[in-house]
């Protein structure tokens, strides 16, 4: 489709010149995010760079009846940033102000572009600790996490992204500017829009400003390794270190093809024999953490560890950390078509999910590799094909649906940290019912009563 | 086929090498990231965009080629590799820049670069064993003859001939890369032993045509033979504060980054630099064909510089030497850029 006469002169007058990108080589670089499978084109590229220019794109969007897609680092997984009905891609990726760091107050506020990583240097540079902290983080935006409420590697002890956002500022589809809750943690007036937003994948507003608490950063971090048999070893860990009584900070899986896949880029001298491994850390006053990693490393002994090895110091630490935090593009380098899923079942569930997703992997003959965030059940089953297969890649779909399906039975949920998206949305009814459905739509149209935001998305 | 499949599909578009862009961090636009660029080479090669597509005419020659986007990406994606494919099918005949195809012509004649001996005073010897040979390098021979004979003086015992060519890095990177291949290979054969290279930039073609054991890099190959310079350096008296800017082939192409932090700090004190890794815009032709895009990547390298309070700032590639030595005067630092091989020889007792 194209644009309506006068638009995009218009959005040179609100963006300057170089804000707006239309040739056809710079759309094609904005068809897509880290979401396989997805691809479609926008009309034009809008990079606003204040909240007033904004509400002036949305408003001139609204009129014309114009489709737009906020996106930050289109890093995502559920493409939700992919213009299904063209229009404008409005990205937020110019707006990069750390606005301020308080340390009495322990907040920060962020312009969306700002990326996760770089909010967490800021604010540990003032010692303090900035506790989402999803896969993507050196690449993904500040707004995008709170837009799809990514998770993370600390979920477990300290929550998602939601419980971290204080305030919003966002801007309606119809050009007005509103600010949700705001300094504090303590506020209950009116409908909690700050919690609705969060995860809203830019179908309700756009946010063009984020407050975020922060915490004191702690004094210790550590980190250990404990190789298994199998997966559903590591499971068993895992049940048994919470029925411990330890909430640790990191409680992270490997299968055996991911951790080949991570130590072939990282090199980090990680066990190649192993079925899987367990990445688990604490944080906190140094007698704490050290207490919690020989608890940890007696805990997985017991439970049938081949090895268990603890982290020498912080920087081995954060190398295996990162190295977590890359699996994903890792496992590419098993095959370029990676379709990578996020289950999330309660956690006794969990060693039961993983028999439940290689049962379905074997009996429909694909190669799906497994890691997550077993603190919090949290799984990322991820297939690896041939992109030219056809047939495979339907066999995957169909095999993903299963694997929906046996985590709603399990009374988990179809995605736990990565968002709804384009790719999720036809298994959204199963997770939530007709009523609620119904619900959401009505929850969008008055947000958006020209549907303009991200169609083809949550609430279409 | 303009790309080789293989490398063209292992990119995912997860989107970890945007951070690591220079580019892509002063346009904040997809289409000036790695993930972006690939996009465009795909639209190429499906023929959903000409090569004379105003954008893949833009962005083939913004890219700077640093590689900063290798060593960050996961599913291993070649991009230095896919960037000469790029430009091996775009910048044929008229598309390319006319000051790099006049550069293409003077360094493919090794008896034009002889003649720069007359005039220059670089290292030279006879050929005496088969060991080690220093490779002269087509434009440090001409700008920085003093490098080499600084490099000849820590190693006394390696041979500098006086036939040679350039190793084609300037070709591969400028959308000739068969020649620069031919070139590499060429030079291969008439350097005899190991070759030891004081430019980042031709060791990283090169290893990557002759083998990674048959090229060393200067300061990896002192730190191999365990040649380590002895006293210090000084400045007033006093020790001096010496800061590294890598160079990205080296650092990115060939991963080699300890081993100059380690000579330096044998005889300075050292500084990291926070941007040491990151490009500053020389980048081959880059800084003579973009000269105003090369200073906006040099610019916040500039202040680092001046806010780390060195004395010297050490480069292991002469196109960097320029690039920060102009850049430094124009700023009117007082630091000093210099090599890598020039600093150690002024280690005292």
Partial sequence: ?460 | MIFDDDLLERCISCGFCLPACPTYSLTADESSSPRGRITLMRALETGQLEPDDPTLVEQSSFCLGCRACEPVCPAGVQYGDLLEQWRDHQWQGRNRPVLARLLMAVVARPWLLRLQGLVRRHARTKVRGRTYSLMLGCVERGLYPRVSRAALRLAPGMQAPRAQGCCGALHAHNGSSVQGAEMAEALGKRLPGTIVTTAGGCAAHLSAHLGRDRVKEFSEWLVEMGAWPQGEVRVDGRRARVALQDSCHLRNGMGVTRQPRELIKAVAEYVELPGAGGCCGAAGTYSLLRGADSRKVLAPKLAEIEAARVDFVVVVNPGCLRQLEQGLRRSGSRVKAVHLAELLTWAEE
């Avoid at chain 1, 080589?25 to 590229?45: K, M, N, S």
């Avoid at chain 1, 002890?157 to 303590?186: C, D, F, H, Q, S």
Wanted: with cysteine.
């Fill in chain 1, 1 to 460: 489709m194209g644009l309506p006469a006068g638009v995009v002169d218009a959005l040179k007058q609100i963006v300057g010149v170089d804000g707006v990108r239309l040739a056809p080589g710079e759309l094609a670089a904005y068809a897509r995010d880290a979401t396989p499978l997805f691809h479609a084109e926008p009309d034009v590229v809008v990079f606003p760079r204040t909240t007033e220019q904004v509400a002036a794109v949305l408003r001139l969007a609204t009129e014309h009846e114009v489709p737009v897609v906020p996106r930050g680092a289109g890093s995502n997984l559920c493409a939700a940033t992919v213009p299904l009905s063209g229009g404008i891609v409005l990205a937020l990726t110019r707006m990069t102000q750390i606005l301020e760091v308080d340390g009495d107050e322990l907040l920060a506020r962020v312009q969306p572009g700002v990326t996760t990583a770089r909010l967490a240097d800021a604010a540990a540079a003032r010692d303090l600790l900035y506790v989402p902290d999803p896969g993507s983080r050196t690449t993904s935006t500040v707004g995008g996490n709170v837009a799809t409420c990514a998770g993370g590697l600390r979920g477990l002890k300290y929550g998602v992204t939601r419980n971290y956002v204080l305030g919003l500022e966002a801007v309606l589809p119809t050009g007005e500017v509103i600010r949700t809750g705001g300094r504090l943690w303590k506020d209950v007036a009116g409908y909690d829009l700050t919690r609705l937003l969060t995860g809203s994948e830019g179908t309700l507003a756009v946010l063009t400003e984020v407050t975020v608490a922060l915490l004191p950063k702690p004094a210790e971090v550590g980190t250990g390794i404990a190789y298994f048999d199998s997966l559903a070893d590591a499971c068993r860990a895992v049940a048994a270190i919470i029925s411990a009584g330890i909430v640790p900070a990191t409680l992270e899986f490997l299968d055996q093809k991911c951790i080949a896949a991570v130590e072939d880029y990282a090199q980090l001298g990680l066990r190649g024999d192993a079925g899987a491994l367990l990445l688990f850390g604490d944080d906190g006053p140094i007698e704490v953490v050290a207490g919690n990693l020989v608890r940890l490393r007696k805990i997985c002994t017991e439970a049938g560890a081949l090895e268990v090895t603890l982290a020498e110091d912080v920087a081995r630490s954060d190398a295996l950390l990162a190295a977590r935090r890359c699996s994903l593009p890792a496992l590419s380098r098993l095959g370029s078509l990676t379709i990578l899923e996020d289950v999330t079942v309660p956690r006794p569930r969990l060693a039961a999910m993983v028999d439940q997703i290689d049962e379905i992997a074997a009996r429909f003959g694909l190669l799906i590799a497994t890691f997550g965030h077993a603190g919090d059940g949290n799984l990322h089953p991820t297939c690896v094909l041939d992109p030219e297969d056809d047939e495979a890649i339907d066999r995957a779909h169909k095999a993903f649906a299963e694997i929906f399906a046996a985590a709603i039975r399990f009374e988990g949920t179809i995605t736990g940290e990565h968002g709804v998206g384009a790719a999720k949305l036809p298994f959204l009814a199963d997770r939530l019912g007709a009523d609620q459905m119904r619900l959401l739509r009505r929850i969008k149209t008055a947000f958006d009563p020209a549907g303009i935001l991200n169609p083809g998305k949550v609430g279409s």
